[in-house]
């Protein structure tokens, strides 16, 4: 009997990393369903096709502009208010098939309330949040009186309604307690205080119930492509605490799921820029130094209330390949076979900046590829030099054959220290 196959896109950063790319170029190649794995709405996965279409993508898989259809998984949360405003703008462009686990929790607009309460009330010391309640949901859902799933959605309305008054009624006053929150503001309070809240909610979740199928993870057949959500900076258990997110953002949750599907073997893309980006607040090596070399476009990290503005530093290879080599340990139970797909080349005007042992290496754009097969002992398979699938370049380097040709691609690369490298620009 032969291996079963699946495919993954895993962030190897703080997100944003061309996830949503490498998810149609590989859905686009061949992909029976795109499983979201962890996450959820807070998701921002941008797809620009080679005809010009472009949607960021929040529930709905990376894969529906090649009309390959979603599967939430139990570990992904949903958000019906959200899944329906995307399914309105994805409808004419793309594939709105999806199936939802029974298990998925649901996020209420209590949760997403809470969440927003206690982002606003941290000021400068926020965490990061994008105010959609993923952590809230998580919370609550802790609590099997509060707790509510999709399977829950099928239940009749009385019981539904009795349970979003108890979270409202009850849980919100006790979480916030917990939080420390003594004052609500104005504009949250009309919320509380109005059923009309809920009502709309219903509306929201039957609308949702209508264009979705149940199915257990279980349950999945043909040919699998995981997309995760965020990065592995930011996983729950890696990431640096409290700046994460509510979710483990790699392997774990796809293994568990690819043993109950009878999958065994995951071909896993860890998608990375050719630098490094952070939207929101949080630790973020070598921000400050010098990126005069980038010409970043970011359509979809636009300066926001809750995230700020997006920041920049240069890769740090060693960051990089720690990252990937922890969550590669995680695996159990089925076998990984991982590469590397570096985006963004394009937005480097011909050296740059990258990092490795504490050190700032001043690189040709081409050999920042080959630095990051040299020292991590994995092939950067895909180099993006655009935001379309027809931008993706597959194929192996050779490092040492990529440095021998300096002569034609650049010098070798040298390290130099931040102070040098100012000094040297300033003389140029």
Partial sequence: MSNRIAKAVIGAGYGDEGKGLMTDYHAAAGASVVVRSNGGAQAGHTVTTPSGIRHVFHHIGSGALADVPTHLSRFFVVNPVVFNEELFALKPVGTTRSTTSPQALVTTPFDMMINQIIELQRGHGRHGSCGLGIGETEERSLRPEFRLQVSDLLSPTPKRRALLRSIRDEWVPRRLEMLGVTDIPDGFKDVLRSDDVIERFFVDCAFFMGYTTLLEDRELAGDVLFEGAQGLLLDQDYGAFPHVTRSNTGLKNMVTIAREAGIDEIEVTYATRAYVTRHGAGPLAHEGVDMSWLDMVDLTNQPNEWQGTIRKAPLD????????????????????????????????????????????????????????????????????????????????????????????????????????????????
């Fill in 317 to 428: 290879i060693d960051v990089l390949v720690a990252a990937i080599r922890h969550d590669i340990s995680l695996a159990q139970g089925v076998k990984i076979a991982p590469v590397i797909s570096m985006s963004c080349l394009d937005q480097i005007k011909g050296r740059a900046a990258v990092v490795l042992s504490g050190n700032i290496l001043d690189v040709e754009r081409d050999h920042i590829p080959a630095l990051v097969e040299k020292h991590s002992g994995l092939k950067v398979a895909y180099r993006s030099y655009g935001p379309t699938r027809e931008d993706v370049e597959k194929g192996n380097l050779s490092a040492e054959k990529s440095f021998a040709s300096s002569s034609t691609r650049g010098t070798i690369p040298s390290v130099i220290s931040l102070a040098e490298r100012n000094w040297n620009a300033l003389a140029n």
